[in-house]
Each structure stands twice: as C-alpha cells, then as structure tokens.
C-alpha cells in the first residue's frame, strides 16, 4: 500500500487573532490535493481558534505535549488537555526544543510515547547540526534520537518521521535532492533492522528544512521522501503549492 503524502505547517512562535485567522480564510479557500494529508501546528494559544475555523480534512497539531497527565506543572500542556482541544498531531522533538530548550532524546521519547497512548499521533523531529554533518555523523546521530524513542515504543504506525537538518532549518540552505534522499533511506532501513519491515515500507518520513514552493517538486520525487514539515512558507500562499507540490 502507497504510503500517503503528508504535509505539515509549523507556524512557530507566530501570528495573532487576525494573522491566523487569515492564514485559515486562505487554506479553507484554497485547492488542495485531496490525497495529501495537511495538518498545520499553530502555537498553543490558538489551536482552539485553528481547529474551530478550520476545514475539517486538514489536521490541527501542537507544537508540544507533556509526557504526564493532568496535574501541577505550570506552563506546560497535557495530551488529555490537546484531545479535548480537537488536536490530532503533536510536533515532538524540534531542533528548536532540542538545541534552545535542551530537550534531551530520552524526554522526547517519553513525551512520544505520552501523545501516542492518549491517542495523539507524533511528528517526530530528528536531525543533525552542520558541524555534525561536516564530521560524517548524520545518520549516527539521526539514528540514535530514533533509538531513543525505539526504546519506549513499538507501533510506529501512528508516528511520522521528520528528518530536519539543523544547518538548514530558516537558513534559506536546503539539503539537495541527493543528501535529503540519502538520509531518508537510511532512516528507512533503520525502521527495517530495528522496528519491523512493515514499519520500514509504511512510516512516512518527510522532510524539513527551508522548504519552498519553489524546491518542494524536486524533492517530491524521490522514492523515500513521503512529504513535507513547511516553517515560515507555511504561513504564506506557498504552502498550498507545497502541499499540491505532487500535481
């Protein structure tokens, strides 16, 4: 079975009442590709907003999630508290989160395994640092923030992979067509030796990274590349060109 197209919109730490309403207007105006699965992850103060706006064949997702329930943590939102909210998605692992947060892979695989018990399917972030790149380590420490979350789950199915390479997250740098590819097809055997074979053929790994309307075709046709994770494009009229990046 083809893996189907999955396409997310990380806004960030971005918008207003009025930005994300707009923003909403035009993905609710906008023709999309039906067999692409959209999902956009405004920050937390609007997802009650987004999803209530929003056409209901696109997906609403946080950017974040705790791996406890309810209780006394302050600034932090639970898995019970985003079901209740209509989310469906969680965006975990963030270089942002990894590197300004110092979110480790052990809290990262915790909170993974959270958001998929309660219910809540994940984007899980992996990548590497340009130093790291530049030292032949990519698919060392790609592979290890996966082996993280391998320790805590077995059922991938509800997980999607992002491979998101630090040195090219809001740089304008795009990985080429050839190393996105690459990486993506190590991940893939990775899922092969360590989770399962049919977790290798049916886990979509997508790609992040400084993703335009004018780069998403190319890298659209690579055999391993099942999608995308959009940053600033998607809060502009070019994400409906990345989601429709197939047609």
């Known amino acids: 079975m083809a ?3 999955f396409v997310g919109g990380n806004f960030k730490m971005n918008g207003s009442v009025q930005i994300i309403s707009d923003i909403i207007k035009g993905l609710n105006s906008a023709q999309l590709d039906p067999s692409v699965e959209t999902v956009v992850a405004p920050s937390a103060l609007y997802l009650v907003l987004t999803h209530d706006l929003l056409r209901k064949d696109i997906g609403v997702a946080s950017q974040n999630a705790f791996d406890r ?3 006394a943590f302050t600034g932090e939102i639970s898995v019970d508290q985003l079901k209740d909210a209509g989310v469906t998605w969680a965006i975990l692992g963030h270089s942002e989160r990894r590197v300004i947060l110092q979110e480790e892979s052990a809290f990262v695989a915790s909170k993974t395994e959270a958001a998929l018990s309660g219910g ?3 984007i899980l972030c992996v990548g590497e640092s340009l130093e790291q790149r530049e030292a032949n380590k990519t698919i060392d420490v790609v ?3 996966l082996a993280a979350v391998a320790e805590r789950v077995q059922d991938w199915s509800k997980i999607v992979v992002a491979y998101e390479p630090i040195w090219a997250i809001g740089t304008g740098k795009v990985a080429t067509t050839q190393q996105a590819q690459e990486v993506h097809s190590e991940i893939r055997k990775w899922l092969a030796s360590t989770i399962s074979q049919e977790a290798s053929e049916n886990t979509r790994i997508i790609y992040g990274g400084s993703v335009t309307d004018k780069n998403c075709k190319d890298l659209a ?3 391993d590349i099942d999608g995308f994770l959009v940053g600033g494009a998607s809060l502009k009229p070019a994400f409906f060109d990345i989601v429709n990046s197939n047609l």
């Open 3 to 5: 893996r189907r197209f």
């Open 69 to 71: 329930p309810n209780g």
């Open 120 to 122: 809540i399917g994940v």
């Open 143 to 145: 592979t290890t923030q």
């Open 221 to 223: 046709k690579q055999p």
